[in-house]
């Protein structure tokens, strides 16, 4: 096959090319690091970045149809045998979003005898995430769909499901990483791939699954040049039935790099860099690893997805996390003036003194029957529209 340099088919929009290349050897991490090579150095100020989010004016999401991982060969090709060794026929991605990885599946698919019999390419945003084309057809839907209608699936189904298809979540939206176990417990399929900058936390893994990191070759839009040919960013993280085996020292060393040392710092940044929190918004725990380690605990802990409506700075932030962490639930209020005054008097009256809280039940200020030690709870109750029930339950 002629060489293609698939980074000049993307700047110039030429899908048509890029689509017949796809999950073959031309991408392979080796020939894509020396086309890069060449396209960089005739494009100088041009980062992997920009060139893969279809964006050469660092304006973010100008052009929705962005890749955020071009499929390497050798990602192809782990695929393929993940799915012969678990003796998986169906192949099903979700998050797909314009569908490349699962382009690169079906045209390898075609000159591998066809191991997948199915293909299917699934992103519940798609049409917010794209401006129309796709290389892939592309079936709307939610992953938690998968979840809410399990129950109405066919028994033929839910088998295929849990003995047949290797799942693929394909750059998920961190915000989705949440409902990984409750997916494989109610779906239970052999494997799951989840292909990330992260990797997943050992702690959080269903009991009925193994988990294991797998560093290929690979490109995303968080490698620059000073990881090519090292490592990078993009992590597989690979779920699998306890009663299965996978021997990672088996797997052809040629589809491997190095393990890229992802900092807690570096998972930060990323949540400004994907719009979740705004930009610069954990510039204070930026440096300090055990901090921001810390930080993203509580994150994890509470289920804190993205920035919430309520809260404007860091400072705020700070404070809410903190009220979460005294409660021990995530909380939701309605408005940032509610927020602020509950804080408020959460601050004044935490450490007061028996003598400043009786005044203040005298004042009118804390109702009589309310205990010292439920205040929090009391000023949250009368400040959130949405979790009343923290201390009205107790005393009703």
């Given at each position: 096959m002629t060489d293609i340099n698939i980074f000049n088919l993307i700047k110039n929009n030429e899908t048509s090319k890029i689509n017949?290349?796809?999950?073959?050897?031309?991408?392979?991490?080796?020939?894509?690091?020396?086309?890069?090579?060449?396209?960089?150095?005739?494009?100088?100020?041009?980062?992997?970045?920009?060139?893969?989010?279809?964006?050469?004016?660092?304006?973010?999401?100008?052009?929705?149809?962005?890749?955020?991982e071009l499929p390497t060969f050798e990602l192809v090709k782990f695929i393929f045998y993940i799915?012969?060794?678990?003796?998986?026929?169906?192949?099903?991605?979700?998050?797909?979003?314009?569908?490349?990885?699962?382009?690169?599946?079906?045209?390898?698919?075609?000159?591998?005898?066809?191991?997948?019999?199915s293909i299917t390419s699934i992103d519940g945003n798609y049409l917010y995430n794209t401006d129309g084309y796709s290389y892939d057809k592309i079936i709307k839907k939610d992953v938690l769909e998968y979840i809410v209608?399990?129950?109405?699936?066919?028994?033929?189904k839910k088998e295929l499901y849990m003995n047949n298809t290797l799942f693929i979540f394909s750059w998920p939206d961190i915000s989705y990483v949440f409902i990984v176990n409750k997916f494989l417990e109610i779906l239970k399929p052999k494997c799951l791939i989840i292909i990330m900058p992260y990797k997943y936390n050992q702690n959080q893994i269903s009991e009925n699954y193994k988990l294991d990191y797998i560093h290929l070759k690979q490109l995303c839009i968080r490698d620059t040049i000073h990881n090519y040919n090292k490592n990078s960013h993009s992590v597989i993280n690979i779920f699998y039935k306890n009663n299965l085996n996978l021997e990672i020292d088996k797997i052809d060393e040629n589809l491997l790099l190095k393990e890229y040392e992802y900092s807690n710092i570096d998972i930060l940044k990323d949540l400004c860099n994907d719009n979740l929190f705004p930009e610069g918004f954990f510039n204070d725990f930026l440096n300090n690893e055990i901090i921001a380690k810390l930080l993203i605990d509580k994150l994890i802990k509470f289920k804190i997805k993205?920035?919430?409506?309520?809260?404007?700075?860091?400072?705020?932030?700070?404070?809410?996390?903190?009220?979460?962490?005294?409660?021990?639930?995530?909380?939701?209020?309605?408005?940032?003036?509610?927020?602020?005054?509950?804080?408020?008097?959460?601050?004044?009256?935490?450490?007061?003194?028996?003598?400043?809280?009786?005044?203040?039940?005298?004042?009118?200020?804390?109702?009589?029957?309310?205990?010292?030690?439920?205040?929090?709870?009391?000023?949250?109750?009368?400040?959130?529209?949405?979790?009343?029930?923290?201390?009205?339950?107790?005393?009703?």
């Open positions: 017949e290349i796809l999950g073959t050897e031309n991408l392979k991490y080796e020939n894509l690091i020396n086309q890069l090579s060449y396209f960089t150095e005739e494009n100088k100020d041009i980062t992997l970045e920009n060139i893969l989010l279809n964006n050469y004016d660092n304006e973010i999401y100008k052009n929705k149809s962005s890749i955020y799915a012969e060794i678990f003796e998986l026929s169906e192949y099903e991605e979700i998050f797909s979003g314009i569908g490349v990885l699962s382009r690169s599946i079906r045209n390898y698919n075609q000159i591998n005898n066809y191991k997948f019999e209608e399990y129950n109405n699936f066919s028994n033929e993205k920035k919430p409506s309520f809260i404007n700075n860091i400072n705020e932030f700070n404070d809410y996390i903190e009220l979460c962490d005294i409660l021990k639930i995530k909380i939701k209020f309605r408005n940032n003036n509610k927020f602020n005054k509950c804080i408020e008097l959460c601050k004044k009256f935490k450490n007061c003194t028996l003598n400043e809280y009786t005044q203040a039940q005298e004042k009118g200020i804390i109702p009589q029957w309310v205990n010292k030690f439920d205040i929090i709870k009391y000023f949250v109750d009368e400040y959130t529209d949405v979790n009343k029930n923290l201390i009205y339950e107790k005393y009703s």
